[in-house]
């Protein structure tokens, strides 16, 4: 199968400190993938140049085929890639309803003729597709109960989940999540995951996501990339790669290491 | 729930109140015009604010829709009311169009300084420019409609009606857009821009847009002006001008369409008031209501029947 999104010899340097060494990763469409590795790895500079918010220094990045290298995060959105946040990046005083109604307009005005979607509607009631859908939206992802709070007042978790639903809501054919469940309780973590994994499921959209628990990594993806100091340690299937020396010495390791240090001080 | 929207019903309402008025009390057609006037600049202001941007500089394009209309007037002999409102609009959402490409780029203060310069460069040309006056300006002759007069001392309420018709329809217009996805992307880009552009809009196309919408508004606030007062002259560009629309923005408050009308009849009525009673101080009677709506209505005069409503339903 081609790939849907394809990565090669990505290099991005901050000054001296070199974020991506080469980095080269094919995407095959439809499959969720989990990128792992310790801060620093290269892992955010990778989906930040994806994206559009970096520039690589050298290196391509093609997406279905066309090269995105050069393109402006609104362009890469149009194509079909849509993210979400380490730090939820919502409309705080607009309501859970509102935020999904912006998202879907946006889709509505970029797949219509300009001409068309410039036109104001002074008709009443004309908005009442968007809210159905937007309605089905948040029935989805469990946010009906919040539709009219403003997201800047909601708990964490919910702002995690309405942060994924309104990349979902922007139709993408990849959804790229970064840490959907960093700052999110432990008994929450597996409820968000599940969730978003169902909607996704729906929608037959490939799904990237930046994640450092290891639970959640191998119950969810299909497919692990391990970062190590912008590189690619390993790659492959869950079981593979969680279970690869190296990246149990330097990632996986890490972490239990840090879990019992923390026991240990407490 | 949603409430259900009354908006149109308010403003139907309010059209034909304001006409019945008119009719009643000729001795308030001059500043219930003027007020209708200001209001349509304050609607396009109010857009901008919605979107987290303080336009400082709205006499700009105010100031321009009124040496539009009194120069068809004095320069080409054109009188036709409609033909100079339609120039007024014409010229403040061309200016604000080549503006607008160096103004979407700039947020904050840099956009509220921006916008202010812009308007002070104007003030200072027409200072200069004997041609149309320079300090003193030039007076404005009575406008026709199908070649009768309109305005002036004696068919001042055939103006103000047409005044009426056209804020009606401004503010209905704004408040459909608001429910379109490009309106709705005013709160979403005072909110977050980056979420905006993550979610595949164009942060400043759509500021352009809403600059232009503004200052098309301006425009026909200027021309609308000039003809009710009868006269023109640069302080309509100065930055006290500008200043005071956002004065009246914030007394509205960005709840409704209908708030910029409101805020701009009160703000007249206090000036006017202040004025006659202590002609030394009114400034400070001014600046005293405006600390009060502050302190006491935050969200301006509008959020007044928000109160009563929610009194009223409880």
């Known amino acids: 199968m081609t790939p849907i999104l394809d990565a090669q010899g990505l290099c991005k340097k901050f000054g001296a400190v070199t974020a991506a060494w080469g980095i080269s990763i094919a995407v095959e469409p439809d499959t969720v993938v989990g990128l792992i590795g310790t801060n620093g790895a290269g892992k955010t500079t990778f989906v930040n140049m994806v994206t559009g918010y970096l520039k690589p220094d050298t290196g391509i990045i093609s997406f279905k085929g066309r090269d995105v290298t050069a393109l402006h995060p609104r362009q890469i959105t149009q194509l079909g890639i849509c993210r979400s946040f380490q730090i939820p990046q919502l409309y705080d005083s607009l309501t859970v309803l509102e935020n999904v109604i912006v998202a879907l307009g946006i889709v509505l005005r970029n797949s219509k003729p300009r001409r068309l979607a410039r036109t104001p509607k002074i008709v009443p009631g004309h908005g009442t597709t968007l809210m159905a859908a937007a309605e089905t939206m948040l029935a989805r992802f469990g946010l009906a109960q919040y539709r009219n709070s403003p997201a800047g007042v909601l708990p964490e978790g919910v702002r995690k989940l309405l942060d994924i639903a309104v990349a979902l809501a922007v139709k993408p054919e990849m959804l790229i999540l970064d840490e959907p469940t960093s700052g999110v309780s432990s008994d929450e973590k597996f409820g968000i995951m599940d969730t978003v994994m169902n909607a996704v499921r729906s929608e037959g959209v490939t799904v990237l996501f930046v994640e450092h628990d290891m639970e959640i990594v191998s119950r969810y993806s299909k497919r692990v990339i391990a970062f190590y100091e912008g590189r690619v340690l390993a790659d492959g299937a869950p079981a593979h790669v969680l279970g690869d020396p190296d990246v149990r010495k330097y990632i996986v390791g890490g972490q239990v290491a840090v879990r019992a240090e923390d026991i240990a001080r407490a | ?314």
């Open chain 2, 1 to 314: 729930m949603k409430r259900a929207d009354h908006t149109l019903l308010v403003l139907v309402v309010a059209l034909l109140a304001l006409l019945v008025i008119g009719l009643l009390l000729p001795k308030w057609l001059f500043l219930l015009t003027l007020s209708l006037g200001k209001g349509l600049v304050v609607l396009g202001l109010m857009l901008l604010l919605r979107t987290g941007l303080v336009s400082f500089g709205q006499g700009l394009f105010y100031c321009l829709g009124a040496y539009a209309v009194g120069s068809l007037g004095q320069f080409f002999g054109i009188k036709d009311v409609l033909l100079m409102l339609l120039t007024g609009v014409v010229i403040g959402s061309v200016i604000a169009f080549l503006l607008g490409f160096l103004m979407a780029k700039y947020r904050d203060i840099f956009f509220a300084m921006l916008s202010l310069a812009f308007s002070m460069i104007l003030y200072g040309l027409l200072v200069r420019t004997a041609a149309l006056g320079s300090t003193d300006g030039f007076n404005v002759a009575p406008p026709t409609l199908f070649r009768r007069p309109i305005g002036g001392e004696q068919h001042q309420f055939a103006l103000f009606a047409l005044a009426c018709v056209l804020a009606f329809v401004a503010a209905l217009v704004m408040h459909a857009y608001f429910e379109t996805p490009l309106g709705r992307l005013s709160p979403a880009i005072r909110d977050n821009e980056i979420r905006v552009e993550y979610m595949g809009a164009s942060v400043r196309q759509a500021i352009h847009v809403k600059y232009v919408i503004a200052g098309a508004l301006a425009g026909l606030g200027g021309a609308l002006t000039a003809m009710t007062v009868g006269h023109i002259d640069p302080d309509l560009a100065y930055w006290t001008t500008s200043g005071e629309f956002i004065f009246v923005a914030i007394l509205s408050g960005t709840g409704s369409v209908i708030a910029p009308f409101l805020g701009a009849f009160v703000f007249e009525i206090i000036r006017t008031y202040a004025y006659q009673y202590s002609p030394n101080t009114w400034q400070l009677v001014v600046g005293s209501a405006l600390l009060i709506v502050i302190v006491f209505l935050p969200a301006g005069l509008w959020s007044v029947f928000g109160h009563l409503r929610r009194r009223g339903s409880s």
